[in-house]
């Protein structure tokens, strides 16, 4: 029967993974892949992850499995670091997932048994999985300009252009912070006029929070998400632990589904629970009770918002160094948007063939829509980076 499978196109990063692996440069940069390095390109782990594993080595009697939405306790720290009371909590149905994109799956599923018509408002460009899932699952994608590739940063006329045009039944797909893979975002009163949309064409927000704290801080960042919530009936979070508390391999994500009442929520939870067992039963749970044990120890709770902090000063510091170099090199401003970006990521907004010349030329790796990963970058790559970049003419 196997050889009736397909060939199932590669999977871009990884392949720009191996090609930096054996490339033999010394001052090769990789700036593909979607992880927080620090200043020696190692990703940590988090202090308060550590003292958190410790407690949980030294307490824990039992391997037993979880329920099939994960450790209640889970979901309540969660929802109170995304949400902070943005909605009754009675009106909250939560399941932990393997990751943000476990949550990302579900919640498709999700829309999908309860609309099966429902068409998926993405932006252009997205998360590549985005995509990828709804492609697979057979769902209905619309795009709505967001990148303005002459600006770099949001073309928000366009966007709400586009999202007028959803109705009632569909769904528009939202990044909540930390826009992947552009790095530009929405600013408050932008934030409202989305806002205003949703409530004119009733169409359902869900929302995609991967990089929470990794932007402007934990509240500023889920601030457009509080508002959301509060401002329409029905809306569904996934939120990511991986990128914020550095567990990536533990695969830690919370689907949330927002109900107009408590009636509802209790369908809402059952069906959650229903997806997590058709596809997983029990969610994983190491790296959930890593989040809980430090979101419910004030301590811990401390510590770890001064690490997080200092990973986002850090980018924030890159991001002004590199725009700067650059401005120096050039003469010119036209690279000062990579200062108002925010989070990992940012995109250059060049062609393929440019991204190709920067990989060949310089040794620069980055994905070939020119998004490139500002914390795979230090004090010492810096400056390679921005006279690759005004080398190749970008």
């Known amino acids: 029967m196997f050889e009736t499978l397909q060939s199932q196109p590669a999977d871009k990063i990884l392949a720009l993974m191996q090609m930096y692996r054996d490339d033999p440069r010394d001052t090769k940069i990789d700036l593909g892949v979607g992880v927080y390095k620090d200043a020696t390109g190692l990703t940590p782990v988090m202090r308060a992850v550590k003292a958190a594993e410790q407690q949980i080595w030294q307490s824990q009697d039992s391997k037993v499995y979880t329920g099939l939405i994960g450790d209640p306790a889970f979901s309540d720290a969660m929802i109170e670091l995304v949400l902070a009371g943005a909605v009754p909590r009675d009106t909250v149905a939560a399941a932990a997932t393997p990751g943000g ?9 999700l829309i999908q048994m309860a609309r099966p ?6 932006s252009d460009p997205t998360w590549p999985n985005h995509l990828s899932i709804l492609k697979y699952l057979g769902m209905e994608v619309v795009n709505y300009r967001y990148f303005d590739d ?4 949001v073309d928000f006329d366009g966007m709400i252009a586009d999202l007028s045009k959803a109705h009632a039944g569909d769904v528009i797909l939202l990044h909540g912070c930390c826009h992947n893979p552009t790095g530009a975002n929405l600013n408050a009163s932008e934030w409202d006029a989305v806002i205003k949309v949703l409530q004119e064409t009733g169409a359902t927000p869900m929302i995609d929070i991967a990089y929470q704290g990794f932007g402007d801080g934990l509240a500023e960042d889920a601030a457009a998400t509080r508002k959301i919530a509060a401002a329409v009936p029905e809306c569904l979070i996934a939120a990511s632990c991986s990128k914020n ?7 830690t994500g919370l689907l949330m589904a927002i109900a107009a009442d408590p009636a509802a929520r209790k369908l809402n939870q059952d069906t959650l629970a229903f997806l997590n067992r058709q596809n997983y039963s029990f969610p994983p749970d190491h790296g959930a009770r890593i989040v809980t044990t430090i979101l419910n120890d004030a301590a811990l709770r401390e510590d770890w918002m001064q ?3 200092d990973v986002r000063g850090t980018m924030l510091n890159l991001r002004t160094q590199l725009a700067g170099e ?3 090199l050039s003469g010119s401003d036209r690279f000062g948007f990579l200062a108002q970006h925010r989070g990992m990521f940012s995109r250059l907004g060049t062609t393929p063939e440019k991204v190709e010349e920067l990989r060949a030329k310089h040794g620069v790796y980055m994905v070939s829509d020119s998004r490139m990963n500002i914390a795979g970058l230090n004090q010492q790559t810096i400056p390679i980076l921005a006279r690759a970049i005004i080398d190749v003419g970008i």
Do not use: W
């Not at 994109?101 to 599923?109: L, P, W």
């Not at 002459?150 to 940063?153: A, K, N, Q, T, V």
């Not at 508390?245 to 695969?251: A, H, N, S, T």
């Open 245 to 251: 508390f550095g567990i990536y391999r533990e695969r």
């Open 150 to 153: 002459e600006s770099r940063g």
């Open 307 to 309: 690490e997080l902090e």
């Open 117 to 122: 018509d429902a068409r998926v408002f993405v």
């Open 101 to 109: 994109t476990g949550a990302v799956r579900q919640a498709f599923e």
């Open 326 to 328: 650059l401005q120096r």
